[in-house]
């Protein structure tokens, strides 16, 4: 086990520049999740790490080995692939084997270690069979202990559960973590669903576009985002975000929000006088009620999932942000949502009180998007 | 207008029906241009005719054509050039097309154009590439004696047509270059639909190039080897013209195959009877071994 250390690792394919300037360091044990949206350069960065492409420029060291420009099956590292890739002439135990098998490790250790693996994935009863054979559930515990056979120094992971129904996503989800807390090995795993980000890592990377936007563990990444990009991707619903204007008031900062002026938790709020600014609010920081800000609204549309309900509500023409092009789409830039714990049924043609606390107001400058504290 | 429930053949319980009909002219020329010749053929084999016309009356039923066939040394000759050249052809065809087609499959500038020139002898008429290569080998004025001396494997002169076992391997010469495109189009058929993630992950897994050709590429290709297999033995099998123009089945009937057997007897000789037999026998080890080589093809992909 060891380290892994990315060092300003860029790649471009032709003109394309998919990667710029990647740097990460990664602790010995830790696990590390990659999420961005489609085609942001989570695969190309993993697939560099792995040697199976070239970097343009930079370097990656594992442990405390320069391995650059070394061969996958020299960097010691196992790889489990969206698809899976299992060998489907080989039988479960073959596949299993195979990597081992490739480095001329005797048959008795193989089968030592595939067993060991295949009791801790539970699928000791299907080593004789062919990949074709199993289930979508089985073929993903086969790539995992084909990837865990080799007791590699990491363990890449490029959306493992992507092809898993949504019950199973979740089960295996736990299983993975439980599966790093005991084997304790370095894992990278790229995925495009932040709730697999938030849930199975210690720390998460958000990129787009090929740039890192911020390096954090789940619980901050959630609390104090850097920007309105990773403020609005972590969170599901999204974070409400409403356009308005800064004033400087007492040594803080205001803004009008529904009509009230609303005080802004940031530090340095004289500074912030008069500036474009866009407010964040998440959905579950609204409540039913009156409270320290509120408001009464019109409900556009009401979600009821039980335990918790969805308030759609019109945004005011003053809090709406410009289109932007091809970003997030109308609905969220028009509305409002508030998510509502243990609701009372509520008719969705009646108006509805809702409120906020300002402390939890999160501040981005509208020009640059980034977070002001 | 509600459609007659009879004729409505888009019907779930119809729907067999139209195919069936589809299929029908199909199996009619068939029938007629295949079944029917067949069963000809094998009635002729076992009657003693020599020129055979249909609006003759029929001769008796008589086993005197395998009889003769079987103690016929000709026969067995025959059947042992045939199995020669079917193993040596189909492993040179194999040889070089999974190597050309390995090649071609590599990402490089002019690929389109390798390609090509791969598959190029395909396009070529038989009677054709035999002509240009009776020209390479001709014996006083060809390439390959003067390419032989100037390399200096030979002193003088090979008469390539005149010895039997150089023309056994000009002939072989001449199928393998006329048969390896195809096993190479099929090849790399095959192997463009090898995920790149199975080469991905045995990378990772350590396996070298070698390791990955004979543990991934080739189990992979398995079942597109298995039916290529059997269609250049059959293709081979059952040529004819390559060796009838190059040899016309000598010297010494070394180049003379089951096919070339056939066809001198039938039109050389007048022996409608006993080529009928042949090519009886022909047909069955041929379906005896395709039978064979499909039924091993292994069913893992
Ligand atoms: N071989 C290639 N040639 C040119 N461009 C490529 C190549 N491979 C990837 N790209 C481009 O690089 C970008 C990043 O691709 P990548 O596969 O890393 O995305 P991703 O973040 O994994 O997305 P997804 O979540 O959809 O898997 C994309 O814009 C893609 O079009
Ligand atoms: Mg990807």
């Not at chain 1, 990664?26 to 999740?33: S, W």
């Not at chain 1, 890449?156 to 993975?176: F, G, Q, Y």
């Not at chain 1, 995925?191 to 980000?197: K, L």
């Amino acid at each position: 086990m060891a380290g892994i250390r990315i060092d300003s690792v860029t790649k471009s394919y032709g003109g394309l520049a998919v990667l710029k300037a990647f740097s990460l360091d990664i602790a010995d044990g830790e696990f590390v999740v990659l999420v961005g949206p489609s085609g942001c350069g989570k695969s190309t960065m993993l697939k560099i790490l792995a040697g199976l492409e070239e970097a343009s420029s930079g370097k990656i060291s594992i442990g405390d080995r320069d391995v650059t420009d070394l061969a996958p099956g020299d960097r010691d590292i196992a790889m489990v692939f969206q698809n899976y890739a299992l060998y489907p002439h080989l039988t479960v135990a073959r596949n299993m084997g195979f990597g081992l098998k490739m480095r001329g490790t005797d048959a008795g250790e193989i089968d030592r270690r595939v067993n060991e693996a295949a009791k801790i994935l539970g699928i000791d009863h299907l080593l004789e069979r062919r990949p074709r054979a199993l289930s979508g559930g089985q073929r993903q515990r086969v790539a995992l202990g084909r990837a865990i056979v080799r007791e590699p120094q990491a363990f890449l992971m490029d959306e493992p559960l992507s092809n898993l129904d949504a019950k199973l996503r979740v089960h295996t989800r736990a299983e993975i973590s439980a599966l790093h807390k005991r084997l304790r090995v370095t894992t990278i795993y790229v995925t495009h669903d932040q709730t697999e980000a938030m849930t199975m890592a210690d720390r998460i990377v958000i990129m787009k576009d090929g740039v890192i936007q911020q390096i954090a563990a789940p619980d901050v990444m959630f609390r104090e985002p850097a920007n309105l990009f990773v403020a609005g991707f972590i969170g599901s619903p999204g974070m409400n975000f409403l356009k308005a204007k800064a004033e400087a008031k007492g040594g803080g900062a205001t803004a009008k929000l529904f009509g009230h002026d609303v005080t802004l938790p940031v530090a340095n709020g004289g500074a912030l006088a008069g500036k474009d600014i866009v407010v964040g609010l998440r959905p579950e920081h609204i409540a039913a009620g009156p409270g320290q800000v509120s408001f009464t609204v019109a409900p556009r549309l009401i979600e009821s999932l039980g335990s918790e309900q969805y308030v759609y509500v019109d945004l005011p023409e003053e809090h709406r942000r410009e289109a932007s092009a091809g970003g997030d789409d109308e609905t969220r830039r028009t509305s409002l949502i508030a998510r509502l714990i243990n609701p009372e049924p509520r008719p969705p043609e009646e108006t509805l009180t809702l409120s906020f606390d300002p402390a939890r107001l999160h501040v981005f400058d509208a020009a640059s998007g980034e977070a002001i504290r | 207008m509600p459609r007659s429930a009879f004729l409505d053949l888009a019907r779930p319980s119809r729907r067999h029906w139209l195919g069936y009909l589809l299929l029908a002219p199909a199996v009619l020329l068939i029938a007629l241009i295949i079944v029917y010749p067949l069963f000809v053929s094998v009635d002729l084999s076992f009657q003693n005719v020599n020129i055979a016309r249909l609006d003759q009356p029929r001769r008796p039923f008589t086993t005197a054509n395998y009889e003769r066939l079987f103690a016929s040394e000709d026969f067995w000759n025959a059947c042992w050039v045939t199995f020669k050249l079917v193993t040596i052809v189909s492993f040179f065809c194999f040889l070089l097309g999974l190597g050309t087609a390995l090649l071609v499959n590599n990402r490089f500038k002019g690929q389109a154009l390798a390609r090509l020139l791969v598959a190029l002898p395909w396009a070529i008429p038989e009677v054709i590439a035999v002509v240009i290569f009776a020209w390479l080998f001709d014996s006083s004025f060809g390439l390959m004696n003067w390419l032989f001396i100037k390399l200096g494997l030979v002193d003088q002169t090979i008469n390539w047509f005149s010895s039997p076992d150089a023309a056994f391997a000009v002939v072989c010469t001449v199928m393998v270059w006329k048969g390896y495109p195809f096993v190479s189009i099929m090849m790399l058929a095959g192997l463009q639909s090898i995920p790149e993630d199975f080469y991905n992950a045995a990378k990772v897994d350590g396996a070298r190039a070698w390791q990955r050709l004979v543990h991934i590429t080739i189990p992979s290709l398995m079942p597109v080897i298995g039916v290529t297999l059997v269609l250049v033995m059959l293709w081979v099998f059952r040529d004819f013209s390559i060796i009838y123009v190059l040899t016309g089945g000598g010297p010494l009937k070394a180049t003379q195959s089951l096919s070339i057997m056939t066809y001198e007897q039938a039109f050389g000789f007048f022996k409608m009877g006993y080529a009928s037999a042949i090519g009886v026998i022909t047909l069955i080890v041929c379906v005896i071994a395709s039978r064979l080589m499909i039924a091993r093809a292994p069913d893992n992909i």
